[in-house]
């Protein structure tokens, strides 16, 4: 199976500042992969899907960029609801799988 | 908008069955795929597996040997069978619908089911 691999575990930072999340998977996923959030007792939330397509009613603070093997999701500017965790996940091939998720926590 | 609901027992028993029901609103369950996903407390997500309306399916291999996901078009249900289950089966499970590209797009809220005695 696919493995990816998010870094960093956490990232501590103040709202205004600009993340940036790595993914990266264990051979090339071509550009099937979308970013999820999740925020405390709450489902993951579409938020990028091949690798740079906003999911409805994304904000265009996020982005996404990479290929292959290498991927990253930025957020231009934090505002306070985008303190959460994000997930990775490839659908290129089977099992679907996820990354183990970056915890984005205000510093 | 689609919404999903999951429903079943918070607590199951060592080596006896999860039994688990998502109540599709909003939309028909022949327009999409229908997924199951798991979390363990604090850990991260793992796909469990889809069933299409045809009745096509595809499982997790990790899991493939105890689970499956019938399908209940009348009701506009889809479930999730999982066997033999052990503490390392604890998580929160999702319902949720995989798109005809293989993301998921509407999540249910989740449901926490324990295994334990």
């Known amino acids: 199976e696919i493995v990816l691999t998010q870094s960093p575990a956490t990232l501590s930072l103040s709202p205004g500042e600009r993340a940036t999340l790595s993914c990266r998977a264990s051979?090339?996923?071509?550009?099937?992969l979308a970013w999820y959030q999740q925020k405390p007792g709450q489902a993951p939330r579409l938020l990028i899907y091949?690798?740079?397509n906003r999911a409805t009613g994304i904000p265009a603070r996020f982005s996404g960029s990479g290929s292959e093997t290498d991927f990253t999701l930025t957020i231009s500017s934090l505002e306070p609801e985008d303190f959460a965790v994000y997930y990775c996940q490839q659908r290129s091939d089977w099992p679907l799988t996820f990354g183990g998720g970056t915890k984005v926590e205000i510093k | 908008q689609v919404q999903l609901q999951e429903s079943g027992p918070g607590l199951v028993k060592p080596s006896e069955t999860l039994s688990l029901t998502c109540t599709v609103s909003?939309?028909?369950?022949?327009?999409?795929?229908w997924s199951w996903i798991r979390q363990p407390p604090g850990k991260g997500l793992e796909w469990i597996g889809y069933?299409?309306?045809?009745?096509?399916?595809n499982y997790n291999p990790s899991l493939k040997s105890r689970v499956t996901i019938p399908l209940d078009t009348s009701k506009n249900q889809f479930s999730l069978k999982l066997t033999s289950v052990t503490a390392a089966d604890t998580a929160v499970y999702y319902c949720?619908?995989?798109?005809?590209?293989?993301?998921?797009?509407?999540w249910g809220q989740g449901t926490l089911v324990t295994v334990s005695s």
């Open positions: 949720a619908s995989q798109n005809g590209v293989n993301y998921f797009d509407y």
């Open positions: 051979q090339s996923v071509s550009s099937y």
């Open positions: 091949d690798v740079s």
């Open positions: 909003g939309g028909s369950i022949n327009d999409s795929y």
């Open positions: 069933i299409y309306y045809s009745g096509s399916d």
